[in-house]
């Protein structure tokens, strides 16, 4: 893959493949510890809504399905904050309505012929100049959040009765994570699909959570091990001619099953 390394398109892949993976390190390893895996799964596919309002009105893509997935995480920390009973019931409805809305307006497009696979398992290699810029913001964003308000995180992320105790606004830190959470999954889209995005999410996170001993170290540690799994997948697609987002994800899962097997008890 070396000679590879001389076009442009496999360098950008190369930096969003980094930048995206750190940023689903962190937002992964909260998404998981506050158990908001089914909640991340609902924003993602209700994106797509945004992806056909986006085509359907002829704005940026990225630009669409940001917006609308970050209303869809307003909305669901706002149904869900005191009703986590009706959990299942809210993410369900707003995952259909959202790919319902997407696929509706998709259809209306006049003209509209481009192969929508790419949104749904990822298209690496068509990243551009301004889709780094967004990646790089965003990731900027989400390290100046934790830098600054780590401790209140933590509290929120463990023990929310003790967060409110302490005077901290539970309902703003669980509505960023959630707004994070989305501007995240909206970028990993552009890796690996929304159909595989909770994967690139959780497995890291996984192995990390077993290697670490503080919610830090877990996000550190998740962020290096999927930059690792985003750069092998990316070999692996680049010298059997695969695509990038289903390699991504198969070696992810292929190394998680290996560290089972060589850590059973860790």
Not at 102 to 117: A, H, R, S
Not at 147 to 167: C, H
Not at 205 to 230: D, N, P, Q, R
Request: no cysteine; glycine share 8%; proline share 2%.
């Amino acid at each position: 893959m070396i000679e590879a390394l001389q076009f442009e398109f496999i360098q950008h892949a190369l930096v969003a493949g980094v930048l995206v993976s750190f940023a689903a390190g962190i937002i992964g390893s909260l998404i998981v510890v506050n158990r908001m895996v089914f909640l991340a799964g609902g924003i993602a596919h209700a994106s797509y809504g945004g992806i056909g309002l986006a085509i359907f009105f002829g704005i940026p893509v990225f630009l669409g399905a940001s917006l609308f997935a970050v209303a869809a995480a307003l909305l669901i920390a706002s149904l869900t904050l005191h009703s986590r009973h009706r959990i299942d019931t809210f993410i369900g409805l707003i995952w259909a309505v959202g790919m319902a809305i997407g696929i509706i307006f998709t259809d209306m497009t006049p003209g509209y012929n481009v192969d929508l696979m790419s949104y749904l398992f990822g298209s690496i290699l068509a990243v551009t100049a301004e889709d780094l810029y967004f990646m790089g913001i965003l990731l900027g964003v989400i390290l100046f959040v934790m830098i600054f308000w780590y401790r209140d995180i933590l509290a929120v992320s463990y023990d929310s009765e003790y967060a409110t105790l302490r005077g901290i606004s539970v309902r703003f830190f669980y509505t960023l994570i959630l707004v994070l959470s989305a501007l995240t999954v909206v970028i990993a889209i552009k890796v690996v699909g929304l159909i595989l995005v909770i994967a690139m999410l959780t497995i890291p996170v996984y192995i990390a959570e077993k290697l670490s001993h503080s919610l830090f170290s877990m996000m550190f540690i998740s962020g290096l091990i999927a930059t690792f799994f985003t750069l092998v997948g990316l070999w692996f697609s680049y010298a059997y001619n695969l695509t990038s987002g289903a390699s991504i994800i198969l070696v992810s899962a292929v190394l998680l099953g290996v560290f089972l097997l060589l850590f059973p008890k860790k």
